[in-house]
């Protein structure tokens, strides 16, 4: 006899794995079906940031709360996942740069959230491994760095210790509605599983599930191209960036230098990605231009992923705009690791609640349909 759950979850990625827990959490049924392992698609593989800083207006909701969650990870999950509140510095190219850094900190100064503005001689002052050419830039002292192979694993055992049923190695074959909600048939199991809501945050494969139920969307994917060093002294204070995108660079709790700039190869079709050698040796030299003393280091690893991206660079988070009960939360476009535990508190209370506090404005789909003509207009 099928079970009719609460709420199913397509994708055991964090979104997917933190909607479980919360859900788990307000005491409702819970199912998330996972085709491999909880985390090993993108929010297992990606650089592990913790930042607020640089963010479109439309993500700070989010990313704000979420802040608040990861501060209260080991009360949650059982584990910090190496969450450190180390910084994020964003380091600008030129004075058009400090000007941008500026705007935005007004902007993150209206969700609550403090960056301080460096100047030349700050940065020199407080970051002498860095290198000389930068005219400043803007400190959020508060963001941080985890590491991401711990996370969604430990958001998927909280969950199952509430209760929630997390079935890996579960391959969603169709989705479609029913009379009870919906019903997701398996390959290699013929009993599907019925609930009365269901999330999609199945990743790079969103937009397929999404097209089952007639919400369209055009979904790319992405393979950001990561380093790892050798461990070393400690060097590097807070999280490295730059406006303008390129080189990223964090020191983790243990010493390794881990870094990334540019993309490698994904196929979603196989679901492989490899990491390119020639993005590689360019991104270890922008790390060195950022960080001479890297020079000598040795790289130790490169790897990379499979992450949807959405033409305008924002994840599509919130209800379907065609089918009731249907929630979407796929293409986070390279920087949804700081976002993960707040979407998936959010989809609980959408889902559970039919609201949330945390606004989700500008994220939803139908940013991407067509704004009708007066002559279309009903």
Known sequence: MTSLYDLAIIGGGLAGCSTALHAALKGASVVLLERGRCGAQASGVNYGGVRQQGRHPAELPLARRSRAIWGNLKQLVGTSCEFAVTGHLKLARNDMDMAELIAHQRLLAEHDIYAAILDASDLKRRFPYLAGHYPGGSLCSEDGQANPRLVAP????????????????????????????????????????????????????????????????????????????????????PNLGICGGGIYIRQATQGSVVFGAGLGSADRDSQRARPLDDVTMEAAAEAIAMVPQLANVLLVRSWTGIEGRMPDGLPIVGESPNVSGLFHAFGFSGHGFQLGPAVGAVLSELCLDGHSPTSIAGLSMTRFQPALTPAEQP
Not at 158 to 185: S, Y
Not at 211 to 233: K, L, R, S, W, Y
Request: with cysteine; net charge negative; glycine share 8%.
């Open 154 to 237: 430990a958001f998927a055992r909280a969950a199952r210790a509430w209760g929630a049923h997390i079935r890996e190695g579960a391959t969603v074959r169709t989705a479609t509605t029913c009379v009870e909600g919906f019903v997701l048939h398996l390959e290699n199991d013929p009993v599907p599983v019925k609930a009365r809501r269901l999330v999609n945050a199945a990743g790079a494969w969103g937009s397929a599930f999404a097209a089952q139920f007639d919400d369209h969307v055009e979904e790319g994917v992405m393979a950001p191209n990561m380093c790892v060093t050798e461990p070393i002294a400690p060097l590097i204070g």
